[in-house]
């Protein structure tokens, strides 16, 4: 869907391409209903043990998470760039904007400027800035998640598991220090799913609800074709919570 929006600007599919999309989606959500209801035997845990400590588990993982990340800023000081920085430098130096790419993130990009010149930085400094600020935001997310995670009583091992995973695995780094806007919009994306997630179990619903609109309209900002995966995400877990009912 995001491919079809961002090559051709309209989503213009097939009948054979919609039954294939909207097959692919009722598997997943059948399977995920299945999950909800049985889950399987390997994950369940054979004895009953107390979750891990919710703050030790959010900063040893985005310590951790910080410390591998930087081996990209070692790599490619002061961070690594691609195709999408032109259009977004263009931009900023003619004054005339669009939304073919995130206005937000180019708008950050500005400000991350004008506040290294005023600080009599060069723009190096600002690349740099934006690069620990992605880095930040992304950190602390995926331990949102983990934390979400373990609180929601899944098996010490594979929180631990997925801890190291989201720490060591390249690509997590790769998006941290990356000049794309896919970067805030995977944390906000998944911010949304989370606090949806706590909203269906009963947590705090006021809160979760507000949470999960401001990170809803902040990841479709990140992305103008944002709305149709968000779409897909929040009809799925919708739908899961809905069952469980």
Request: glycine share 8%; with cysteine; hydrophobic share 55%.
């Amino acid at each position: 869907v995001g491919a079809q929006m961002q090559v051709y600007g309209v989503l213009a599919f097939r009948w054979l391409n919609l039954l294939r999309l909207g097959g692919l989606w009722m598997l997943c959500f059948v399977l995920l209903c299945h999950l909800y209801g049985n889950v399987p035997v390997w994950l369940k845990p054979k004895t009953l043990r107390a979750p891990l400590d919710a703050a030790a588990l959010l900063w040893v993982f985005f310590l951790g998470f910080c410390a591998f990340a930087c081996l990209w800023l070692l790599s490619s000081y002061p961070i690594l760039t691609n195709y999408d920085i032109a259009a977004h430098m263009q931009q900023i130096t003619s004054g005339t904007y669009e939304t073919h790419h995130a206005l937000v993130y180019t708008l950050l990009i500005q400000g991350l400027l004008r506040l290294a010149d005023c600080l009599g930085y060069t723009a190096t400094w600002s690349f740099l800035m934006l690069g620990l600020l992605q880095m930040t935001g992304m950190g602390l997310s995926l331990g949102y998640g983990l934390v979400t995670l373990n609180r929601a009583g899944a098996r010490r091992g594979a929180v631990i598991a997925a801890a190291v995973y989201l720490a060591v695995f390249p690509l997590f780094g790769y998006f941290a220090f990356s000049t794309t806007k896919d970067t805030f919009f995977a944390c906000f994306l998944l911010l949304t799913a989370i606090e949806l997630y706590r909203l269906s179990c009963g947590a705090g619903r006021l809160w979760s609800m507000a949470r999960m609109t401001l990170f809803a309209v902040l990841a479709c900002l990140m992305r103008y074709n944002g709305p149709a995966p968000l779409s897909l995400l929040l009809a799925d877990i919708g739908l899961i919570a809905l069952y469980r009912l």
